[in-house]
T-cell receptor
Framework: GAVVSQHPSWVICKSGTSVKIECRSLDFQATTMFWYRQFPKQSLMLMATSNEGSKATYEQGVEKDKFLINHASLTLSTLTVTSAHPEDSSFYIC?????????????FGSGTQLSVL | GQSLEQPSEVTAVEGAIVQINCTYQTSGFYGLSWYQQHDGGAPTFLSYNALDGLEETGRFSSFLSRSDSYGYLLLQELQMKDSASYFCAVRASGGSYIPTFGRGTSLIVHP
């Protein structure tokens, strides 16, 4: 099946630094990718929709200057958490649709656990 | 907007059958999906229902009633490895697939 690779799987950083998370579709082209945030035992909260070659669409309440999204190619989207603070500590996960399997089936990356000290 | 309701936790024993319900309120409904997520892992797609009725895939089945805005995931012959969180998700209105997920149901399977 389709594979979405996310890197790094975990990161620890100091408060005030920026962290970049990469999401790659390994065997298909993804014009759209989705970024989610998940707290322990909670739902997946959609942060933004990443569109190849254009600006990302952010959900209400998500600071676009805080969470920078770049979708520069059909196989790579990046999420940069700028000036990270402890409250940004969370599990971040990306997903994409495979063009051959229908819009209803999402393939997820393995997630990135971010801990900000 | 969209909202989904599902139980927070369900427990069962190995070999049993368990049903996880999901009710939703949404505009422009296209279908209901189910995902499984083990602790610390990525959600994986289980099933999708666009039409009323039961879809069976091995030990897992999913049901949808559009008129009742209700669906469920049925897990049969439970195994320990089925212990995970299960999320229902609906597709929002609009041209692209922007799924909204429920809060998830933690399934605990006991020996």
């Amino acid at each position: 099946g389709a594979v979405v690779s996310q890197h790094p799987s975990w990161v620890i950083c100091k408060s005030g630094t920026s962290v970049k998370i990469e999401c790659r579709s390994l065997d298909f082209q993804a014009t759209t990718m989705f970024w989610y945030r998940q707290f322990p035992k909670q739902s997946l909260m959609l942060m933004a929709t990443s569109n190849e070659g254009s600006k990302a669409t952010y959900e209400q309440g998500v600071e676009k200057d805080k969470f920078l999204i770049n979708h520069a190619s059909l196989t790579l989207s990046t999420l940069t958490v700028t000036s990270a603070h402890p409250e940004d500590s969370s599990f971040y996960i990306c997903s994409a649709n495979h063009p051959g399997t229908g819009a209803e089936k999402l393939f997820f990356g393995s997630g990135t656990q971010l801990s900000v000290l | 907007g969209q909202s989904l309701e599902q139980p927070s936790e369900v427990t069962a024993v190995e070999g049993a059958i368990v049903q996880i319900n999901c009710t939703y309120q949404t505009s422009g409904f296209y279908g209901l999906s189910w995902y499984q997520q083990h602790d610390g892992g990525a959600p994986t797609f289980l099933s999708y229902n666009a039409l009323d009725g039961l879809e069976e895939t091995g030990r897992f089945s999913s049901f949808l009633s559009r008129s009742d805005s209700y669906g469920y995931l049925l897990l049969q012959e439970l195994q320990m490895k089925d212990s995970a969180s299960y999320f229902c998700a609906v597709r929002a209105s609009g041209g692209s697939y922007i799924p909204t997920f429920g809060r998830g149901t933690s399934l605990i399977v006991h020996p």
